[in-house]
């Protein structure tokens, strides 16, 4: 079963965006991803943490759910400017990625990834 990762500085680099040797952005993944910006005493991030996790097993292998943790990631959360957590950052394989805040419903993310990440299952 497909697990969420969790990401620091390094892997962030290497899976997401390479932000030392890039100045214009360019997604370093193979496929389209969801960054939920987090921190554990986070009320709504432990809402949106189960549904993530639902999400990354139903899209199995078609997208990457990623979780940055705000506290220990200062210069992450600094450089997409994290005011407010969960903040969601959905990254498409081509063009901006879009941010979102709050805890989403389960149906606004599957409405996000067809729409801005361009991934259907349902076409399964």
Request: aromatic fraction near 12%.
């Amino acid at each position: 079963m497909a697990k969420v990762k969790f990401l620091n500085e390094e892997s962030f680099k290497k899976n997401v965006f390479n932000y030392k040797k890039n100045k214009e952005w360019k997604f370093e993944g193979d496929k389209p991803c969801i960054i939920d910006f987090y921190a554990d005493w986070c009320g709504p991030c432990q809402v949106v943490a189960p549904v993530l996790e639902e999400l990354q097993t139903e899209y199995e292998g078609k997208i990457d759910i990623y979780k940055i943790d705000t506290e220990k990631e200062r210069t992450l959360s600094g450089m997409f400017g994290i005011r407010s957590i969960p903040s969601l950052l959905f990254v498409p394989m081509e063009g901006q990625p879009q941010m979102s805040t709050g805890a989403l419903p389960k149906e606004s993310f599957k409405k996000a990834i067809a729409d801005v990440l361009k991934v259907d299952i349902s076409q399964n």
